[in-house]
């Protein structure tokens, strides 16, 4: 059964790697993490004490929630044993028994002072079996630490199942395949083939390096370990590199030879793809160095997760430093997770059974809880009355009235939900316009034609810009407009531009712009309630053209002919209006020698009577989402029809 949540513990030599997981129907997910570096051994103390993992252990404990989430630890290569054998054909029936067999015959060790387990995977010659054994005695002494921590230990995993674990869940390699990853004391190699797993520890990793350096400066480990983690920013970049090339040189040399080992033994199978993992693959030419030496297949170094995702509340740049260490951590968060290839666990048998007789407990007190409670509800159904009967039909009843009484408030309740979510949509429109009004009227009182100014004295057709209204406001109608301003002829308080733009069919009634536009029929109200959150986004042109000689409405047409030429603009409406607007009069100023001025005027030397045109029209942006306007909702009326 799967675990929704775990944690995977890595205890290393220098440090504690921990990972807790989640799963979900779709994916696996860290949602925490946690590197405890393992304090100096004291005076005295041997350096591979439990002492320092305890002492790791309670910071970590104290860092972060465990509770009874299930605990997955890793028995590292130096302390695990691992034997291939295979069993001949038909041996299903009685499996356990000759692996058990085999495992006596095979280990020198008495098997009751191992831990063991096994897996099983197909072979040609028969039925193929990989074990792996660990003392008792290595990790007694480790379990009893964190189980008197309080910890839920469910599993114990070699750390290269764990990492035969990682490499499958993420990659899915389809070849055979090895994984090599470097840790402080040792480097783990790893071959994955289908279900079958061959590893091996090699002795040669990250302190050997260290080694090398501190030996060769004469620092101590802790200034050694320092300048190998920033070789790459070092002006003695070069001159390090060269000490730590014999070391890179030894550790080739045995991956070749583990290599060669491997092949022998699986009758010549070759190797198609290496993953590095690890800090120390991370050093400037590692692993160029080691493909240079090893040939064999095409190295890739692991940089990050694939399929497995980061849980918002982990910091990911923090993560993606220490993502190559965690590695064996996380196929053992996988396999608690239940989503792992391999299942191979070496908890002891007693804390196995242990945790099965837990569960079956659970089990057991939910039946009986179910079996009593299902014994009282046939037993009080039986010995029921008919008082009791119309008790219940009363309470039915009670619950009728209660339902159609909430339904009624519910009703009520949402009644204004339409308006008041068009209200919501029309508001959201605030940000969405943002600069397409200024955009507009930028366009459009910079309106050319065959490169010349349409408005203005240099215009073709001595046309004035005088006006320019643009909004997504609706206007209302006159009426309205006079009452809000108080009433008379005009409008107090309302300029003659506004009274000229609203003054008009275009906008009002059933051939307006606002119901060709909303399909509604209907002129939109400033009233919060009612407003749509299609209304469309108006401009009303104002302006003068000069009738010198008179044109007619030939201005008018050519500015319309330009405007139709914008993508933006809907649904022209033209109102060329023939009045006569103001008149002026030019005539030289005249002075008498004395530096008077004449009293006598001449005639005024010219007139220029002018016209007045209003062009209303909508403007929708082509990159409006909402340029066509939904279907207006129908009457009350039609909807009883």
Same mark, same amino acid.
């Given at each position: 059964?799967?675990? /929704?949540?775990?944690?995977?513990?890595?205890?290393?030599?220098?440090?504690?790697?921990?990972?807790?997981?989640?799963?979900?129907?779709?994916?696996?997910?860290?949602?925490?993490?946690?590197?405890?570096?393992?304090?100096?051994?004291?005076?005295?103390?041997?350096?591979?004490?439990?002492?320092?993992?305890?002492?790791? &252990?309670?910071?970590?404990?104290?860092?972060?929630?465990?509770?009874?989430?299930?605990?997955?630890?890793?028995?590292?290569?130096?302390?695990?044993?691992?034997?291939?054998?295979?069993?001949?054909?038909? !041996?299903?029936?009685?499996?356990?028994?000759?692996?058990?067999?085999?495992?006596?015959?095979?280990?020198?060790?008495?098997?009751?002072?191992?831990?063991?387990?096994?897996?099983?995977?197909?072979?040609?010659?028969?039925?193929?079996?990989? *074990?792996?054994?660990?003392?008792?005695?290595?990790?007694?002494?480790?379990? &009893? *630490?964190?189980?008197?921590?309080?910890?839920?230990?469910?599993?114990?995993?070699?750390?290269?199942?764990?990492?035969?674990?990682?490499?499958?869940?993420?990659?899915?390699?389809?070849?055979?395949?090895?994984?090599?990853?470097?840790? !402080?004391?040792?480097?783990?190699?790893?071959?994955?083939?289908?279900?079958?797993?061959?590893?091996?520890?090699?002795?040669?990793?990250?302190?050997?390096?260290?080694?090398?350096?501190?030996?060769?400066?004469?620092?101590?480990?802790?200034?050694?370990?320092?300048?190998?983690?920033?070789?790459?920013?070092?002006?003695?970049?070069?001159?390090?590199?060269?000490?730590?090339?014999?070391?890179?040189?030894?550790?080739?040399?045995?991956?070749?030879?583990?290599?060669?080992?491997?092949?022998?033994?699986?009758?010549?199978?070759?190797?198609?793809?290496?993953?590095? @993992?690890?800090?120390?693959?991370?050093?400037?030419?590692?692993?160029?160095?080691?493909?240079?030496?090893?040939?064999?297949?095409?190295?890739?170094?692991?940089?990050?997760?694939?399929?497995?995702?980061?849980?918002?509340?982990?910091?990911?740049?923090?993560?993606?430093?220490?993502?190559?260490?965690?590695?064996?951590?996380?196929?053992?968060?996988?396999?608690?997770?239940?989503?792992?290839?391999?299942?191979?666990?070496?908890?002891?048998?007693?804390?196995?059974?242990?945790?099965?007789?837990?569960?079956?407990?659970?089990?057991?007190?939910?039946?009986?809880?179910?079996?009593?409670?299902?014994?009282?509800?046939?037993?009080?159904?039986?010995?029921?009355? =008919?008082?009791?009967?119309?008790?219940?039909?009363?309470?039915?009843?009670?619950?009728?009235?209660?339902?159609?009484?909430?339904?009624?408030?519910?009703?009520?309740?949402?009644?204004?939900?339409?308006?008041?979510?068009?209200?919501?949509?029309?508001?959201?429109?605030?940000?969405?316009?943002?600069?397409?009004?200024?955009?507009?009227?930028?366009?459009?009182?910079? @309106?050319?034609?065959?490169?010349?100014?349409?408005?203005?004295?240099?215009?073709?057709?001595?046309?004035?810009?005088?006006?320019?209204?643009?909004?997504?406001? /609706?206007?209302?109608?006159?009426?309205?407009?006079?009452?809000?301003?108080?009433?008379?002829?005009?409008?107090?308080?309302?300029?003659?531009?506004?009274?000229?733009?609203?003054?008009?069919?275009?906008?009002?009634?059933?051939?307006?712009?606002?119901?060709?536009?909303?399909?509604?029929?209907?002129?939109?109200?400033?009233?919060?309630?009612?407003?749509?959150?299609?209304?469309?986004?108006?401009?009303?042109?104002?302006?003068?053209?000069?009738?010198?000689?008179?044109?007619?409405?030939? /201005?008018?047409?050519?500015? =319309?002919?330009?405007?139709?030429?914008?993508?933006?603009?809907?649904?022209?409406?033209?109102?060329?209006?023939?009045?006569?607007?103001?008149?002026?009069?030019?005539?030289?100023?005249?002075?008498?020698?004395?530096?008077?001025?004449?009293?006598?005027?001449?005639?005024?030397?010219?007139?220029? /009577?002018?016209?007045?045109?209003?062009?209303?029209?909508?403007?929708?942006?082509?990159?409006?989402?909402?340029?066509?306007?939904?279907?207006?909702?129908?009457?009350?009326?039609?909807?009883?029809?």
């Amino acid at each position: 059964m799967a675990l /929704p949540t775990v944690w995977g513990l890595d205890i290393g030599n220098s440090a504690i790697k921990a990972v807790k997981m989640t799963r979900s129907e779709s994916e696996c997910k860290i949602v925490d993490f946690d590197i405890i570096d393992l304090p100096e051994p004291a005076e005295g103390e041997e350096k591979d004490s439990l002492v320092r993992v305890e002492a790791a &252990m309670k910071t970590l404990i104290t860092n972060h929630r465990f509770g009874s989430d299930p605990v997955y630890i890793a028995v590292p290569g130096n302390l695990c044993l691992q034997k291939e054998f295979q069993l001949p054909p038909g !041996s299903e029936t009685k499996l356990k028994d000759l692996v058990t067999y085999e495992v006596k015959q095979q280990i020198p060790t008495p098997i009751e002072q191992l831990e063991w387990n096994w897996e099983r995977y197909e072979d040609p010659n028969g039925v193929g079996i990989s *074990m792996f054994a660990v003392r008792k005695t290595d990790i007694q002494d480790l379990m &009893m *630490m964190l189980e008197r921590l309080g910890l839920n230990v469910s599993g114990i995993v070699p750390a290269s199942v764990a990492l035969f674990n990682f490499i499958n869940y993420e990659f899915k390699p389809d070849s055979t395949t090895l994984v090599l990853d470097a840790g !402080s004391k040792s480097t783990d190699f790893v071959v994955l083939n289908k279900r079958q797993i061959f590893s091996r520890p090699i002795q040669i990793a990250g302190r050997e390096i260290t080694r090398a350096l501190e030996n060769k400066f004469k620092v101590s480990f802790e200034k050694a370990e320092e300048l190998k983690k920033n070789i790459s920013q070092s002006p003695q970049a070069k001159q390090i590199l060269g000490v730590i090339d014999p070391t890179l040189r030894q550790l080739g040399s045995e991956i070749q030879k583990t290599v060669g080992f491997y092949k022998s033994k699986a009758k010549g199978q070759r190797l198609n793809q290496c993953y590095l @993992l690890g800090h120390t693959f991370r050093l400037p030419g590692m692993a160029e160095t080691l493909q240079a030496l090893v040939r064999e297949a095409p190295f890739a170094l692991v940089e990050g997760l694939q399929k497995i995702k980061l849980d918002y509340t982990v910091n990911a740049d923090v993560w993606n430093n220490e993502f190559p260490t965690m590695a064996v951590a996380i196929g053992l968060g996988i396999q608690g997770l239940d989503v792992s290839e391999l299942k191979l666990n070496l908890l002891p048998e007693s804390k196995r059974i242990n945790t099965s007789l837990q569960q079956l407990k659970v089990w057991a007190a939910a039946s009986a809880a179910l079996i009593v409670a299902t014994v009282c509800f046939t037993y009080v159904h039986a010995s029921g009355t =008919e008082e009791k009967y119309t008790r219940k039909l009363e309470d039915v009843t009670k619950v009728e009235e209660d339902v159609g009484k909430f339904a009624r408030d519910e009703t009520a309740a949402t009644a204004d939900l339409p308006q008041r979510e068009m209200l919501l949509k029309r508001l959201s429109r605030i940000g969405h316009d943002r600069g397409k009004v200024l955009g507009a009227l930028t366009q459009l009182a910079n @309106l050319k034609k065959d490169g010349k100014p349409v408005f203005g004295p240099d215009s073709d057709n001595k046309l004035w810009l005088t006006g320019l209204y643009i909004s997504r406001q /609706p206007l209302s109608k006159v009426s309205d407009v006079k009452a809000a301003a108080g009433g008379g002829a005009a409008g107090a308080g309302t300029s003659d531009f506004q009274m000229r733009v609203i003054a008009t069919q275009d906008l009002t009634g059933s051939s307006s712009i606002y119901n060709k536009a909303m399909a509604g029929g209907q002129d939109p109200k400033m009233l919060p309630t009612e407003l749509r959150p299609d209304v469309p986004m108006l401009v009303v042109i104002d302006g003068e053209y000069l009738q010198d000689p008179p044109k007619g409405g030939a /201005p008018v047409s050519n500015l =319309e002919n330009v405007l139709k030429g914008l993508a933006p603009i809907k649904d022209l409406r033209a109102n060329n209006w023939q009045d006569i607007g103001a008149k002026y009069a030019e005539s030289p100023m005249i002075y008498t020698y004395e530096g008077a001025l004449a009293k006598a005027l001449p005639p005024p030397k010219a007139e220029a /009577p002018y016209a007045t045109f209003h062009l209303p029209m909508r403007w929708n942006d082509p990159s409006d989402p909402d340029l066509d306007p939904t279907e207006a909702p129908p009457a009350e009326k039609d909807k009883k029809k």
